[in-house]
């Protein structure tokens, strides 16, 4: 018997596009797309948080308004500074803070602690940042109330550069976004890097100008005007001072606002990076 042969050439077998910027950048938009599921989730962890509380969400409020106050009545008389004027330095400080450190903290942990939710439910990995970044701006609105008491007491020189804080905290919330992809990625294969930043966002906040003011160190000798130059290493501190600066009617130089809009650019390059390169393993960490 004669055998047949085939002059078709068998097709190449398809490649997966899992780890293609394509994938990355479509991952993202529908996550986005999906605005009613985050909005939901993001809204009963503050409600499953202060589930059969009092004053429920308020808490957020009060336990802010309590250290602010109580931080800046202590250091502002240890610093012998105007209360008028350093209570409002203080409490600003601590509420932007907060919404940079709880962005790192719960950022890291956001594919971990929903793992019984990415199992189960067929969404973008996007999905749970955008979840973890909306909790924050709620969490964010209830301290605003801390803002209007401190500024009705001791009422700042405002003037129109009020509105700068404005983009100001859209960068944040950018930041919080990219933040919280890349160490959550990472958390979630290396569970020992969210130990880490809990460690180093605690000796950060000592390092930067919250309960403590640069005035001490510009006001002083040349070799204490060298320390601010190493407190400006700090990226934290511009974070601050394109917020926390209009809203005290102070001018702020152009060039914090460059270092953080470059840290932004950076952080998302590397956010869509881990994006392409590990988000289909998310699922397989967790």
Not at 173 to 189: D, E
Not at 271 to 281: D, S
């Amino acid at each position: 018997m004669s055998s047949v042969v085939s002059d078709e050439v068998p097709a190449a077998p398809q490649v997966s596009d899992s780890r293609t910027m394509r994938r990355a950048v479509k991952d993202l938009s529908e996550g986005l797309r999906t605005s009613e599921l985050w909005l939901h989730l993001g809204w009963q962890d503050i409600k499953q948080r202060y589930r059969r509380s009092v004053l429920g969400p308020l808490w957020i409020t009060v336990a802010t308004g309590v250290t602010a106050v109580a931080m800046g009545l202590l250091y502002g008389e240890l610093f012998g500074m105007d209360i008028k004027v350093f209570l409002p330095y203080v409490a600003l400080g601590f509420i932007f803070w907060n919404f940079i450190q709880s962005s790192i903290l719960e950022g890291s942990a956001v594919f971990s602690s929903n793992e019984g939710l990415i199992k189960q439910l067929p969404a973008p990995v996007s999905v749970h940042v955008y979840r973890v970044v909306w909790r924050q701006l709620i969490i964010f609105a209830h301290n605003i109330v801390i803002i209007a008491i401190i500024f009705a007491i001791f009422p700042p020189p405002l003037s129109w550069t009020v509105l700068l804080v404005i983009p100001g905290i859209c960068l944040f919330v950018l930041n919080a976004l990219w933040v919280s992809i890349v160490f959550g990625i990472l958390s979630t294969r290396f569970r020992d890097i969210g130990q880490l930043l809990t460690t180093v966002v605690q000796l950060v906040f000592f390092m930067t100008p919250i309960i403590w003011s640069t005035q001490s160190l510009t006001s002083a000798t040349g070799e204490e005007s060298s320390r601010l130059k190493i407190v400006e290493l700090n990226p934290m501190f511009h974070y601050l001072e394109i917020t926390r600066g209009p809203l005290l009617g102070e001018s702020v130089q152009f060039y914090h606002w460059a270092i953080v809009i470059g840290c932004t650019v950076v952080g998302w390059v590397m956010a869509m990076l881990v994006m392409r390169n590990y988000r289909a393993r998310v699922a397989y960490w967790v």
